[in-house]
Nanobody, 124 residues
Framework: QVQLVESGGGLVQAGGSLRLSCAASGRTFSSGAMGWFRQAPGKEREFVSAINWSGWNTDYADSVKGRFTISRDNAKNTLYLQMNSLKPEDTAVYYC?????????????????WGQGTQVTVSS
């Protein structure tokens, strides 16, 4: 079992930055891939970014590529999402997710554990 707790969300103006963190506890954190998803009001949850177990391989949705950076610190059992040049359309609840497999995946059903989410609001 893995417990995930996100933090770092908030209200920011367009063009600003936020850094999300996801603290993991429970079974081994470093062996599985991790990801970030988001869900805006009235929309389905969508993939944002993922990182493999070692941190060497990353994947991004086209909508955030070049603006967001995912990273992980296995020694601290923590996943990060650095979000720069934020846009109003980035407004959503952001979820951290973990999977048992080591490779990155873009579909939410491939993740086994989820955090409770953190709200990100970008004002225009």
């Amino acid at each position: 079992q893995v417990q995930l707790v996100e933090s770092g969300g908030g209200l920011v103006q367009a063009g600003g930055s936020l850094r999300l963190s996801c603290a993991a506890s429970g079974r081994t954190f470093s062996s599985g891939a991790m990801g970030w998803f988001r869900q805006a009001p009235g929309k389905e949850r969508e993939f944002v970014s993922a990182i493999n177990w070692s941190g060497w391989n990353t994947d991004y949705a086209d909508s955030v590529k070049g603006r967001f950076t995912i990273s992980r610190d296995n020694a601290k059992n923590t996943l990060y999402l650095q979000m720069n040049s934020l846009k109003p359309e980035d407004t959503a609840v952001y979820y951290c997710a973990a999977r048992s497999g080591s490779a990155t995946r873009q579909f939410d059903y491939e993740y086994d554990y989820w955090g409770q989410g953190t709200q990100v609001t970008v004002s225009s």
